[in-house]
């Protein structure tokens, strides 16, 4: 028996999306969930304009009126250095952010599926594939209320997060030759930033001792338009700190060195506990398709190895796992639908192989303080050049045609060996 054309693994940005692609082209989804909603999750609050391309894609309003802070740009802090960069004029992508908590925003677009046809079971917790006797996946075990619980389908999605239990029920292992982040970030009230206009970046933090003991890693600070601010730091496997250091006790140390009237340094600012997210990065488990089951966003390792940003690839890796999806399954089951399927990894190879190889690089980079140190001494200085560094980090440039900054982006990601 079939219980639906697809089933989707995990209801977080990447599994939604596609289930509400797959639903809007008349499949029959079945999504599974295994928390209830709201819940929390820990990054993702501030999106940039790929991310809010997405969201528009799938019929979101993205106003304020619509629960959401709007962002300008960025504002990047290091060597002495604050600069504001405004999101880069695009005709591919909108010129403006968001921010957002998760706690509603994957509600939100759970939401969205479910209104395009999308059958949302919560409280489900996926435990395993069902294999067939040549080992191809057509359904998955699933846990409710205790009971154990079997769904079949033709096509299997998972988008169950950095966990990838289910890519890993299959033997499909991360692989350490890529990068892997560490994130840590804590909410805090602070009236006179919560209506930032700009994410704001920061290059270098340094402790309350100051000098030139720089802590490892990266920072962030961002409004939510609620009276709260999201404020937390980045640390990659290419820094010796990684999995050497208390990165709770590290964000509070960076906090007590910022001014008392942003109130962080004070915990009773302070909106709840710090919380940690491991961030994998540039296809750090592969392959993304793999006897009927395709991996989407945190689960095939999809997360920006520059800029750490993950919501958008999982979007956009969820809308394109539904697009390949709606083919194959017009086509009979046998060599023509294995063909359509295989695709995905294809595709995803073409779309961000290149530019992942170069951000592999790039964080053995910014994995040193003292490198990074003097790359921001000699870059801050220069707005021209960190236009381009925006750009490059964030992924936002014209694909085809755009200006001399996106001609030499694209010309270096097709460069590039895929990743």
């Given at each position: 028996?079939i ?11 990447g ?13 029959s989804?079945?999504?599974l969930?295994?928390t209830?909603?709201?819940r929390?999750k820990?990054?993702?609050?501030g999106l ?10 799938m019929g979101v309003?993205?106003?304020?009126k619509?629960?959401?802070?709007q962002?300008?740009g960025?504002?990047v ?5 604050r600069l504001?960069l405004?999101w880069p004029d695009?005709?591919s992508f909108?010129n403006?952010?968001?921010t957002?908590?998760r ?13 395009a046809?999308?059958n ?5 917790n ?20 205790g ?5 079949r389908?033709?096509?299997v ?10 890519a ?5 292992n991360?692989r350490?030759?890529r990068?892997m982040g560490?994130?840590v ?17 920061w290059l270098?933090l ?5 000098g030139?003991?720089?802590l490892?890693?990266?920072g962030?600070i961002f409004g939510l ?15 010796v700190?990684?999995?050497?250091t208390n990165?709770?006790r ?5 906090l007590?060195?910022?001014?008392d009237?942003?109130g ?7 909106d709840g506990?710090?919380?940690g ?11 993304h398709y793999?006897?009927?089951v395709?991996l989407v966003g ?7 190895p ?8 999982a ?7 539904a697009?390949?999806?709606v083919?194959?399954?017009s ?6 639908r294995?063909r ?7 595709e995803l ?13 790039f964080?053995?980079v910014?994995g040193n ?7 921001t001494?000699?870059?801050?200085p220069?707005?021209?050049l960190m236009?381009?560094v925006?750009?490059?980090?964030a992924?936002?440039s014209?694909p ?14 097709r460069?590039a060996p895929?990743?």
């Open positions: 028996m219980d639906a054309d697809v089933i989707v693994v995990g209801a977080g940005p599994g939604s999306t596609a289930a509400y692609h797959m639903a809007q082209h008349g499949l989804v079945l999504v969930e295994k209830q909603f709201p929390e820990v990054c993702g609050d940039t304009p790929r991310a809010v391309k997405e969201l528009i894609r309003d993205t106003s304020p619509g629960g959401w802070l962002n300008k960025l504002r802090i290091g060597g002495g250095m504001e405004d695009l005709a909108p403006y952010g968001l957002r908590t706690l509603d925003f994957d509600q939100l677009l759970a939401d969205k599926a479910v209104e046809g999308a949302l079971r919560t409280g489900h996926v435990t395993g594939p069902i294999l067939d006797a040549s080992g191809r996946v057509v359904g998955v075990t699933a846990v409710h209320e009971e154990t619980k079997e769904f389908a033709p096509v999605l998972a988008a169950d997060g950095v966990s990838a239990r289910f890993l029920n299959l033997g499909i991360k350490e030759d990068p560490v994130a970030r804590q909410y805090f009230h602070s009236p006179s930033r919560h209506d930032d206009e700009y994410l704001e970046s270098e340094r402790s309350k001792e100051g030139d003991n720089l490892p890693g990266y962030w338009g609620d009276g709260r601010i999201n404020v937390g730091l980045g640390v990659l496997n290419s820094s700190a990684f999995g050497k990165y709770r590290m964000l509070g140390d960076w007590a060195n910022t001014p009237d942003w962080l340094s004070d915990p009773a600012n302070a506990d710090p919380q997210a491991a961030l994998p990065m540039g296809f750090n488990r592969v392959p793999s006897r009927g395709l945190d689960s095939g390792g999809m997360v920006n520059f800029n750490g940003e993950g919501i958008a690839y979007m956009e890796s969820g809308a394109l796992a697009e390949v999806a083919q194959a399954l086509r009979p089951a046998g060599p023509l294995e359509a399927l295989a695709h995905y990894s294809t190879k073409a779309r961000y192989g290149g530019y992942y190889r170069l951000g592999n690089m964080v053995k910014i303080p003292h490198l990074m140190k003097i790359a001494q000699h870059g801050m220069r707005p021209m236009k381009f925006l750009k490059l980090l992924n936002l014209e085809r045609g755009g200006d001399a900054m996106d001609r030499v982006i694209n010309a270096l990601t460069i895929a990743a």
